[in-house]
Nanobody
Framework: QLQLVESGGGLVQPGGSLRLSCTASGFTLDYYAIGWFRQAPGKGREGVSCISSSGGSTNYADSVKGRFTVSRDNAKNTVYLQLNSLKPEDTAVYFC?????????????????WGQGTQVTVSS
């Protein structure tokens, strides 16, 4: 089930930026919507963002709207999540996921094909 690989996390100060990448192995992302999720210690997963297969439609949680930007480069088989103006409350493991079927973001919080996750820590 580990066909999506997240990378780009790290330790940053409040106000800093990171770019997370979600890369597919063994299949092509072109046809699928990709959701981004995060899970803080002791908490359940939170839907963060989603991008449709074409990149023409995006969704953002209210908590990240205006600070995070999701994009994709299908030629590189990669979806990105740009994290700007990071806050300590953004600290979590970030995952990308697909359902392996849908090209759109309807019900994206139900996507279950997870990557390994990448740790984002925001601390002063």
């Amino acid at each position: 089930q580990l066909q999506l690989v997240e990378s780009g996390g790290g330790l940053v100060q409040p106000g800093g930026s990171l770019r997370l990448s979600c890369t597919a192995s063994g299949f092509t992302l072109d046809y699928y919507a990709i959701g981004w999720f995060r899970q803080a210690p002791g908490k359940g997963r939170e839907g963060v963002s989603c991008i449709s297969s074409s990149g023409g439609s995006t969704n953002y949680a209210d908590s990240v709207k205006g600070r995070f930007t999701v994009s994709r480069d299908n030629a590189k088989n990669t979806v990105y999540l740009q994290l700007n103006s990071l806050k300590p409350e953004d600290t979590a493991v970030y995952f990308c996921a697909s359902d392996g079927v849908s090209p759109i973001c309807d019900y994206y919080e139900r996507f279950g094909a997870w990557g390994q996750g990448t740790q984002v820590t925001v601390s002063s």
